[in-house]
Nanobody
């Protein structure tokens, strides 16, 4: 069992930055691929970024590539999402997920085993 708790969301002006954190419980954190997804009202949950268990592989949605950076600290059981140059269209609830067997399907939220409760990011224009 893995419990995830996100933090770091808030209200920011366009062009600003935020860093989201996702703290995980349990001693098997380093066995899980970790992902960030987001969901705006009335829309499906969409892939934002993923990082492999060791941190050696990352990937991003085209919409955030070059602006967002995912990282993890396995000693602290925490994954981060640094978001720069934020745009109003980045406004959404952001969720972190943990998956043990993501393979190449990491953009599919149904592949993840555990989810946090989400943190709201609002970008004003």
């Amino acid at each position: 069992q893995v419990q995830l708790v996100e933090s770091g969301g808030g209200l920011v002006q366009a062009g600003g930055s935020l860093r989201l954190s996702c703290a995980a419980s349990g001693r098997t954190f380093s066995s899980y691929g970790m992902g960030w997804f987001r969901q705006a009202p009335g829309q499906e949950r969409e892939f934002v970024a993923v990082i492999s268990p060791s941190g050696g592989y990352t990937d991003y949605a085209d919409s955030v590539k070059g602006r967002f950076t995912i990282s993890r600290d396995n000693a602290k059981n925490t994954v981060y999402l640094l978001m720069n140059s934020l745009k109003p269209e980045d406004t959404a609830a952001y969720y972190c997920g943990a998956g043990r067997d993501l393979s190449i399907y990491y953009t599919d939220y149904e592949r993840f085993d555990y989810w946090g409760q989400g943190t709201q990011v609002t970008v004003s224009s």
